[in-house]
């Protein structure tokens, strides 16, 4: 029987690319790519010849099973994302859980994930946290958010930078205005920064500096 490796690759900087992940993505018998234009850039760069097959949200649940029996007749599959760690966010749990459930040997490496950094250097609690990843767009959003205005933990969102005004607005709305909050963008890229403050004053800030690039909100829990 083959294994599955989960391979996290960088979320912008490519020298945080493990040498790890390098050897795994060269050894392994074909590998799992969210889109497998980005990803090619990613294996050019490091000189990785290996095989790409697509593996997306929208055809995830066509190809698990098949992919399993290729893994349960020897074969050793990596997967990996567009950027950071898969199943966060991404592509990875239905596969991992089908491999889960039928005795194959899992392994996921160690590797970028953008929350951790965002977490870290919020400057908010880190002992203990809830991991929301993107909100509801519509459905269900109003009411997430009246539940998590209750969370006493650090909470921690992923969002696009075209939603990002609307998201502080409704942190005013449902947790207050002096409830602390710190944006995280474009981390380990060249214009990384992070925006610390009340939810009044970032939702100011990000009003008067509009946001781009990939965003982690890390807010405090209810005191």
């Not at 889960?100 to 040997?105: D, L, N, Q, S, T």
């Not at 809830?130 to 933990?153: S, Y």
């Amino acid at each position: 029987m083959g294994k599955l490796y989960l391979v996290p690759t960088p979320i912008g900087n490519l020298n945080d690319m493990t040498f790890r992940a390098v050897e795994v993505l060269k050894e392994v018998d074909f590998i799992l790519a969210e889109d497998t234009r980005t990803s090619g850039k990613l294996l050019k760069h490091f000189e990785i010849t290996t095989q790409m097959h697509s593996h997306h949200m929208h055809n995830e649940h066509k190809t698990v099973e098949g992919i399993v029996q290729r893994i349960k007749n020897g074969e050793t599959i990596a997967l990996i994302s567009d950027a950071g760690t898969p199943a966060i966010s991404d592509p990875g749990f239905l596969l991992t859980r089908a491999c889960v459930e039928a005795g194959i040997e899992v392994d996921c490496l160690p590797g970028a994930t953008a929350f951790v950094p965002a977490l870290v250097n919020s400057g908010l609690p880190n002992d203990k946290f809830v991991f929301e990843g993107f909100l509801p767009v519509k459905k269900g959003r109003q009411t997430r958010l009246k539940i998590l205005a209750e969370e006493t933990r650090t909470v921690i969102f992923y969002e696009s930078p075209h939603k990002l005004l609307k998201t502080l607005a409704q942190f005013v709305e449902y947790f207050g205005e002096d409830r602390r909050v710190s944006v995280s963008r474009e981390i380990t890229k060249l214009h990384e920064e992070t925006i610390r403050g009340t939810s009044s004053e970032v939702l100011e800030h990000y009003t008067n500096k509009p946001p781009k690039g990939e965003i982690v909100i890390v807010v405090d829990g209810k005191k």
